[in-house]
């Protein structure tokens, strides 16, 4: 078991809790179990980083490699308990709309479904 993510299904939809998102190594890591879980029929994806305060380039990377891989899959993906830190640097790398962005996992769960 990875201490640094987890993924569980939760109505048919994935949901990743993460503790961080400043390693590129790790991040393959999650992205790899991601793509795995794509090839077993799930396309949509909540991303939790509620233990998430801040991040670097390096997650801004993998939000954007996760985004692409769930929407080419046909699905969606919902970024859940964004810290003021992220939120400012989404912002200030004019990322923001990119994203879908809820203040609760089961807020992101609802937004999933409706798109």
Do not use: C, W
Not at 44 to 51: G, H, K, N, R
Not at 56 to 81: D, K, P, Y
């Amino acid at each position: 078991m990875n201490l640094n993510y987890s993924l569980a299904e939760k109505d048919g939809i994935q949901v990743l809790q993460i503790k961080d998102l400043l390693s590129e190594h790790a991040n393959r890591e999650i992205i790899k179990a991601v793509e795995h879980k794509l090839r077993e029929g799930y396309a949509s994806f909540v991303v939790d980083l509620a233990a998430v305060e801040y991040m670097n380039s390096v997650g801004l990377n993998f939000l954007l490699t996760m985004r692409a891989r769930s929407t080419e899959s046909g699905g969606g993906l919902v970024v859940a308990n964004v810290s003021e830190k992220v939120k400012s640097l989404l912002d200030m790398t004019k990322l923001t709309p990119m994203f879908v962005m809820s203040t609760s996992v089961e807020q992101a769960l609802q937004k999933v479904q409706q798109n």
